[in-house]
């Protein structure tokens, strides 16, 4: 029996996709994502109650063309977790079956989706489970953030990253060493590194605490230093960021 998630963001299409997999008897029970972002967020739920909570996942039915982090997108995230898990791309487009395989997916349905053949990758999806005793989402390691450079996927340090810089729908990672453009919303990288002590200091920038050299005060204005990098803090962020730094001075 297979735990599932589907995601698309045309509303239409996910409700017809959510009707299918109900009906499969092989679907133990499926929940929807409206785009690549919540299904992250839902996916890191799953860490929370193990291989064996009532929400973990063993197969994502996943759209690719979606505004801000596609289907691509999240699935290349995901190839950084320990044990993944499986991908079935739903798509109306032929021409990313190439890059889909690449990324070791369990099928590819093309859309209008016609129920015998979800049913198909429904069976695959199943197989591969059962040869798999368990394949179900595992967190990823938390210390290191996969970057893609020339093709080849590397991994960068979370310790190294000094500052992430929102670009539309990317953000780019600064090191001392140089920097990454990765897509993902400045918003998860909030969420997701809050705990390791990085804060949001401008609509634009978000900065690790540990990083910073020096809290600058000129006219009203506020700036941080990073590096050799001077950085704006927004007036909505000063005082948060002025408390959290005594707090860290303090200890």
Not at 73 to 93: C, E, M, N, Q, S
Not at 195 to 215: K, P, T
């Amino acid at each position: 029996m297979l735990r599932a998630l589907a995601v698309d963001d045309e509303r239409p299409s996910l409700e017809e996709l959510l009707y299918l997999l109900n009906a499969d008897p092989r679907i133990a029970g499926v929940e929807g994502a409206g785009d690549a972002t919540e299904a992250l967020r839902r996916i890191n739920r799953a860490l929370q109650s193990g291989p064996d909570g009532p929400d973990a996942i063993d197969v994502v039915f996943l759209d690719i063309q979606m505004p801000g982090l596609d289907g691509l997108d999240l699935a290349r995230l995901l190839t950084g977790f320990a044990r993944p898990p499986l991908i079935v791309f739903v798509t109306a487009h032929e021409d990313f079956a190439v890059q889909a395989f690449d990324l070791k997916a369990v099928d590819y349905v093309l859309k209008p989706v016609r129920k015998e053949r979800l049913a198909e990758a429904v069976r695959r999806a199943a197989q591969l489970l059962d040869a798999a005793p368990r394949i179900t989402v595992s967190e990823p390691d938390p210390d290191q953030m996969p970057v893609e450079l020339g093709g080849v996927t590397r991994f960068v340090a979370v310790d190294d990253i000094t500052h992430v810089e929102a670009q539309g729908d990317y953000a780019r990672l600064h090191t001392t060493r140089g920097s990454h453009l990765v897509r993902i919303p400045l918003s998860t990288l909030e969420e997701r590194w809050r705990s390791r002590g990085f804060v949001r200091i401008h609509r634009r920038h978000l900065v690790a605490l540990r990083h910073i050299d020096e809290l600058r005060l000129d006219a009203g204005s506020v700036s941080v230093l990073v590096g050799a990098e001077e950085l704006q803090v927004s007036r909505r962020h000063a005082r948060e960021l002025r408390e959290l730094l005594l707090r860290r001075t303090a200890h």
